[in-house]
């Protein structure tokens, strides 16, 4: 059982969290650093392969050698462990991630998309345990996606698959990052609703001045709570434009289910209503009576567990 503790890391624009994770995917000693990527890449190198090191020394010193690691990313991760097209860590592009680290390390090392560790940690042991097949999302600052389909996490032709947040719901819509226009991503993260919110509040004589102030979609949601229909109406638009994507997958897929994550999750209740409606309006009966969309149930371990269980599934 002891040599199968691994080490999971889910490496994000801003913070660096990881942990050793046992035999039975028990979370032992987590830690957390900033990424730093803005002190440059020298930094931001020598503080995660240090980062990793502790994390190892850690295990020695707890009778468990660590026998891999596993690692999420924020960008697509090619099937050789290169990292491509990173926007929030633009300095990772085309790095070669994986073979640097073992060379540092000494030991197996795993690199995956970020959403694609969370929807396997969600599927080992949060919501996504009851589904068969399932997509991940998670709405925070951007719009992340990951499938797993009959159990096994489905990478796509290129490691590029579930990118959920870049299917087009306003043909004419709102430039994205991504290069396209009118992108979920535009419609359903985090800033997204904050611009949503803003708009409308603009437009209404009845909305108090002081939500003028708003500066975060969790401030959008608190306001919605004390009853401000603008931020209510600024959920429900976000909530209608995601169900309107998943009445599409669940009609290409049939899957079990959708397990939404991230920040903007902990306002579940005020988008659900509109996005499940626009499932039932617009998919197969069947299918959306099939699909359940529930709320992920792991938070920021999820990653961790995801990436942990991979490199896991190679030693
Ligand atoms: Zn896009």
């Avoid at 589904?131 to 996490?153: C, D, K, N």
């Avoid at 603008?230 to 309107?244: D, L, N, V």
């Avoid at 959708?258 to 509109?274: M, T």
Wanted: aromatic share 6%; hydrophobic share 45%.
């Amino acid at each position: 059982m002891k040599q199968q503790t691994v080490i999971g890391i889910d490496l994000g624009g801003t913070n660096c969290r990881g942990a050793l994770v046992g035999a039975n995917g028990e979370i032992v000693a987590p830690q957390r650093i900033e990424t730093a990527i803005a002190e440059g890449f020298d930094v931001f190198w020598a503080r995660l392969v240090d980062f990793c090191r502790s994390l190892m020394g850690e295990g020695e010193l707890r009778g468990c050698p660590v026998a891999g690691l596993g690692i999420g990313v924020p960008g697509l991760v090619a099937r050789d462990g290169t990292v491509r097209e990173a926007p929030n860590l633009a300095a990772l592009d085309g790095f070669a991630l994986t073979s640097r680290l073992e060379a540092e390390l000494g030991i197996a090392v795993r690199v995956v998309n970020d959403v694609n560790a969370i929807a396997l940690g969600e599927a080992q042991r949060g919501a996504g345990r009851a589904f068969g097949s399932f997509l991940m999302m998670t709405l925070g600052t951007g719009v992340g996606g990951g499938l797993i389909l009959a159990r096994q996490l489905w990478y796509g032709a290129d490691g590029a698959a579930g990118e959920i947040g870049h299917v087009v719901v306003r043909p004419g819509g709102y430039p994205c990052g991504c290069g396209s226009r009118g992108c979920l991503e535009q419609y359903a993260a985090g800033p997204s609703i904050l611009r949503a919110f803003h708009q409308l509040r603009s437009r209404s004589a009845m909305v108090a001045p002081r939500y003028a102030r708003i500066r975060s979609a969790e401030e959008v949601a608190a306001a919605a709570r004390q009853g401000c229909e603008a931020a209510q109406q600024a959920f429900a638009m976000a909530g209608c434009c995601i169900g309107q994507v998943l009445a599409g997958v669940a009609n290409l897929l049939n899957l079990d289910g959708v397990v939404i994550g991230g920040g903007v999750a902990d306002s579940f209740d005020l988008f659900i209503p509109s996005l499940r409606t626009e499932i039932d309006r617009r998919a197969f009966g069947v299918t959306a009576q099939r699909l359940q969309v529930v709320k992920a149930a792991l938070g920021s371990q999820a990653g961790i567990l995801g990436a942990a269980q991979l490199v896991r599934e190679m030693i």
